[in-house]
């Protein structure tokens, strides 16, 4: 950059490419720039040096003019081949309508409708959900009216992988939570003398409401997600309609085995999570308390009662239910494409573990309002 009076001069020369940006660019930052208003001041940007020009170097120009222009220099170009000015007449005009183009702001009425929008999915949702659980219902009673429709191959096979394979994952997450819930139990009332009480705490939460709403939680996000991405693929793949044309009903096929073998093998993965949850809580409390084991089981068999077990248990069947139902309805409305069947499978998780801790917890306030 040259500066004669009122005159400035920037003289650009070489390759003003991408390899070339960067180095440019802090080239163009340590220059000498006018400070404050330069009104009067004529800046000239001479380009007859440039040897080749693309779109970074362009920009890089662009936004020199730019700079000029904003410090009040009145500001022309010397030299250039037409392309060159063509590019950099079209960058400039990108740039001006992207400066120009204020940043879109929904107006609130645009808010309150994606609002509603959204209440309104929920409200679909929910009402398929609930004309899907009377579809089953009907098929069930069906047959139960006629138990050779009733696919006991698909059902040992589906309660194979959904309950026996899953037995070591849930027990080892039910036996680390117990051990945390245990751990953080002592430290807490430790500070008023309470330790031991983090045994009681450890047997009433397990039993309650933590092996059960683990163990669901990791069915849905393991089991849920398979059955929606199995009968997705057969939607996919176009098996489900001629399953139909060839008079085999999908509910009996497909959905009736797998919500039957959730409803069966979660209340005996809650079984084992309760008995692993209080494992490891009494392992830490060995530990943490110095406690003989005797001298724990002693204490939980004073605190986990039939009445704390059956509580926890009662909400096992209703959770499979749910994740059954919302599993198999996706995977249902799966169209045919890939990304279709991921998205499907995204929402059946997060649906099943939103409606499962929703019934856990009207469980839990009804429960507790009887005195259960």
Not at 56 to 61: D, E, I, T, V
Not at 177 to 195: D, P, S, T, W
Not at 201 to 222: D, F, K, P, Q, Y
Not at 327 to 351: F, I, N, W, Y
Request: charged share 20%.
């Amino acid at each position: 950059m040259e500066r004669r009076g009122i005159r400035l001069g920037l003289f650009a020369e070489g390759a003003w490419t991408l390899p070339e940006a960067q180095r440019l660019d802090r080239a163009l930052t340590e220059l000498p720039w006018p400070a404050g208003a330069a009104e009067g001041v004529v800046a000239e940007i001479d380009i007859r040096g440039i040897v080749k020009l693309d779109t970074a170097g362009a920009w890089l120009l662009q936004r020199t003019w730019s700079n000029l222009e904003d410090r009040g220099c009145a500001t022309t170009l010397v030299g250039g081949t037409e392309e060159q000015r063509i590019l950099l007449d079209e960058v400039g005009l990108r740039a001006a309508s992207a400066r120009s183009a204020p940043a879109p702001t929904p107006p609130p009425t645009s808010r309150i409708v994606q609002k509603l929008a959204t209440i309104r999915r929920g409200a679909a949702d929910l009402a398929s959900l609930t004309g899907f659980l009377g579809a089953f219902a009907i098929t069930l009673i069906g047959t139960l009216v006629r138990p050779r429709r009733f696919r006991a191959t698909p059902f040992v096979h589906h309660l194979d992988h959904i309950g026996l394979r899953a037995v070591f994952i849930v027990s080892l997450i039910c036996a680390l939570i117990g051990a945390v819930i245990m751990q953080q139990g002592v430290v807490q009332l430790r500070a008023f003398g309470a330790e031991l009480y983090a045994v009681n705490l450890l047997g009433l939460l397990s039993l309650r409401e933590v092996g059960v709403l683990l163990t669901a939680i990791m069915v849905a996000g393991r089991s849920g997600a398979a059955c929606t991405a199995e009968i997705g693929s057969m939607k996919m793949r176009e098996e489900i309609d001629a399953m139909r044309a060839i008079g085999i009903d999908p509910m009996v096929a497909l959905v009736l085995p797998r919500v039957l073998a959730l409803m069966l093998a979660l209340p005996m993965l809650t079984f084992i999570g309760d008995l692993m949850c209080l494992a490891g809580g009494g392992v830490m409390a060995m530990v943490q308390l110095d406690l003989e084991w005797s001298a724990v089981l002693d204490r939980l068999q004073r605190v986990a009662t039939v009445r704390h077990f059956l509580a926890g248990m009662i909400k096992a069947p209703v959770a499979a239910l749910i994740i059954g139902l919302v599993s198999c309805l996706e995977g249902l409305k799966v169209k045919g494409s890939a990304e279709s069947l991921g998205e499907r499978v995204t929402r059946s998780v997060v649906k099943s573990i939103f409606l499962v801790i929703i019934a856990d917890a009207a469980f839990a306030m009804f429960l507790s309002s009887i005195g259960f």
